[in-house]
C-alpha cells in the first residue's frame, strides 16, 4: 500500500520558519517529480514547489519564491520543504504528491499556522 506521510507542521508566529517532511512508503518515488501543495481554509488546494529526479529542475510559486526550499533524498524516499519568512497567507494544510497528482496518494497532510 502506497502512502505519503507529511509531519513537521505547527503553529509558528510571523516570519518564523518551519521544516515539514514527507515520508513515502510501498513504492519509490525516485523517478517522479514530487511537489508540496497546500489548501487554506475556503480555497482550492495549489502546489507550491516541485523538483524533478535531478533535482535540477525545482519550481515554486511565485507566492513563495525566496523562502521557501524544496529538497529531496530518493535513496530515503523522503521529500522536504524548508519554510522561512512564514507570513500569515502561509497558513494551509501541507501536502506532498507527485506531480501531477495522484488522488490515490494523497495523505493526511500537516497543519501550518502562522499567527501571532
Known amino acids: 500500500q502506497v502512502q505519503l506521510v507529511e509531519s513537521g507542521g505547527g503553529l509558528v508566529q510571523p516570519g518564523g520558519s518551519l521544516r515539514l517532511s514527507c515520508a513515502a512508503s510501498?513504492?519509490?518515488?525516485?523517478?517522479?517529480?514530487m511537489g508540496w501543495y497546500r489548501q487554506a481554509p475556503g480555497k482550492e488546494r495549489e502546489r507550491v514547489a516541485s523538483i524533478d529526479w535531478t533535482k535540477r529542475d525545482i519550481v515554486y510559486a511565485d507566492s513563495v519564491k525566496g523562502r521557501f526550499t524544496i529538497s529531496r533524498d530518493s535513496a530515503q524516499n523522503m521529500l522536504s520543504l524548508q519554510m522561512n519568512t512564514l507570513k500569515p497567507e502561509d497558513t494551509a494544510i501541507y501536502y506532498c504528491?507527485?506531480?501531477?497528482?495522484?488522488?490515490?496518494?494523497w495523505g493526511q497532510g500537516t497543519q501550518v499556522t502562522v499567527s501571532s
Open positions: 510501498g513504492r519509490s518515488f525516485s523517478t517522479y517529480i
Open positions: 504528491n507527485p506531480v501531477p497528482a495522484r488522488n490515490a496518494y
